[in-house]
């Protein structure tokens, strides 16, 4: 069976990184992508950005660009979303979710299980 | 970037209820939508994709409809289970958007 599994909560100061990462199993992992949706508490679902799992190719929302990089490693059927310069605003539950191999297709099948990411000093 | 309005905000119903949500976007998107039902400390799941199309696993009771601009999230016969927080999305253009949810309450 598909499984998106992430990794654990975190907590950071302000100014600081977070790289979250992404298991997938139970499906040929090159064969999709990855995008990731955050929700700050209580809040609706916000889109950061997708990668290809069969080129790397990525496409970021506007908002984030220059602060998220999203990678994947095949040998390992894992991505990771690093978020930096983090703000008190970036706290959230982060998601990851199966997407479109070449382009986004947008209708998010499998989702990760969420990391909370909270930011304070 | 295209904006997604749901509504109502809020919805009270009772089980066995026929119950409408309805989702505009800002400018068309032709049938690139989808629905999602997330209930609290839980993932999004998907309900509904390209406007109409049913995810495998999903009960029939839910139905998507809609093009264009206005598209509609009916639940015909209200379950238990359905008590939770809907959210359209489309995916016509980038960057995906959301709308703001809509949480079905009982009443």
């Known amino acids: 069976q598909v499984q998106l599994v992430q990794s654990g909560a975190e907590v950071k100061k302000p100014g600081a990184s977070v790289k979250v990462s992404c298991k997938a199993s139970g499906y040929t992992f090159t064969s999709y992508g990855i995008s990731w949706v955050r929700q700050a508490p209580g809040q609706g679902l916000e889109w950061m950005g997708w990668?290809?799992?069969?080129?790397?190719?990525?496409n970021y929302a506007q908002k984030l660009q220059g602060r998220v990089t999203m990678t994947t490693d095949t040998s390992t059927s894992t991505a990771y979303m690093e978020l930096r310069s983090l703000r008190s605003d970036d706290t959230a539950v982060y998601y990851c979710?199966?997407?479109?191999?070449?382009?986004?297709?947008?209708?998010?099948?499998?989702w990760g299980q969420g990391t909370l990411v909270t930011v304070s000093s | 970037d295209i904006q997604m309005t749901q509504s109502p905000s809020t919805l009270s119903a009772s089980v066995g209820d026929r119950v409408t949500i309805t989702c505009r976007a800002s400018q068309s998107i032709s049938s690139w939508l989808a629905w999602y039902q997330q209930k609290p400390g839980k993932a999004p799941k998907l309900l509904i994709y390209k406007a109409s199309s049913l995810e495998s696993g999903v009960p029939s009771r839910f139905s998507g409809s809609g093009s264009g601009t206005e598209f509609t999230l009916t639940i015909s016969s209200l379950q238990p289970d359905d008590f939770a927080t809907y959210y359209c999305q489309q995916y016509n253009s980038y960057p995906i958007t959301f709308g703001q949810g809509t949480r079905l309450e009982i009443k």
């Open positions: 990668i290809s799992a069969y080129n790397g190719n990525t």
């Open positions: 979710a199966r997407d479109g191999q070449l382009a986004v297709a947008g209708n998010f099948d499998y």
